[in-house]
């Protein structure tokens, strides 16, 4: 973990044509949550904030008190997992995204890992809870992405329940390629067979066996220490997605 330091910021609000505020890095206020939010409520909400660094593979409970981070650069899994060490990712989260709870106890079932060097601002609850009262739209912001969030966690859920491995494996690879942008050809995914199979709730054999038909499909290719998408449309078609 690296060493922390405070920011300051200042902005705007984007509905009046302003800029994002400029201690972010460019396009990170236009991601995820940030992107329901003005550039001027933006400013508000990390003011003071405090920087921390996270190494790739680090492993990330929310405990007790934990309050909210900003993710700003980087890539985190969340997953669940049971007492025999199986695992199902419920999903992925980059820049522009918040995690944490308001809870008072800690939200043990939720795990997070963080797949690639992340920083994130831990919020400062003293601004976080007055600016949920005074900004109904901060609040509504907040509803929107759990709301979005519990639905797809169903998805998952589901999938996991009805849908076969090869799907399973097909809506991960599409879920980590969005991490960078809209899934395209020539995508490279730098991820291990043994991960693969921790996201999918499978094992890394039948990933492996799974993974070579696809490349005899054409769908994708491996090597270079993971994967390459060479057909995004097959692939969305095999994850059960409307092309």
């Known amino acids: 973990m690296g060493s922390g330091k405070g920011i300051g910021v200042a902005g705007s609000s984007r ?4 800029a994002p505020p400029p201690a972010l890095p460019e396009g990170v206020a236009d991601q995820g949550f940030l992107a329901r939010l003005s550039y001027e409520l933006i400013g508000e909400l990390i003011q ?15 405990p007790a008190r934990a309050g ?9 899994r969340y997953y669940l997992s049971a007492a025999d060490g199986r695992q199902l990712t419920v999903g992925y989260l980059g820049p522009g995204k918040v995690v944490g ?22 919020l ?9 009262q ?32 090869r799907a399973r494996l097909a809506r991960d690879i599409i879920e980590r390629a ?7 050809a020539g995508v490279h995914l730098t991820v291990t067979h043994q991960a693969l199979a921790d996201a999918t709730g499978s094992v890394r054999e039948v990933v492996a066996r799974t993974l070579r038909k696809l490349s005899r499909e054409g769908v994708i290719t491996t090597g270079g220490g993971g994967l390459t998408v060479l057909d995004p ?11």
């Not at 509905?15 to 302003?18: I, M, S």
């Not at 709870?101 to 831990?122: D, N």
């Open 178 to 184: 969005s991490l960078s942008g809209p899934l395209r």
């Open 101 to 122: 709870t308001f809870q008072k106890q800690s939200t043990s079932m939720i795990r997070l890992q963080v797949i690639a060097p992340t920083i994130m601002w831990h």
């Open 233 to 243: 449309d097959a692939l969305t078609r095999l994850a059960g997605y409307v092309t």
């Open 48 to 62: 003071s904030a405090h920087a921390v660094s996270y190494p790739a593979g680090s492993i990330i409970e929310t």
């Open 15 to 18: 509905g009046t044509g302003g």
């Open 124 to 132: 400062h609850a003293e601004r976080v809870q007055p600016l949920i």
């Open 68 to 76: 909210l981070a900003l993710i700003v650069s980087g890539a985190l």
């Open 134 to 165: 005074r900004r109904p739209d901060l609040t509504q912001a907040f509803l929107d992405e759990a709301t979005v969030a519990l639905r797809h966690s169903f998805r998952v859920l589901a999938a996991s329940a009805f849908m076969t491995v």
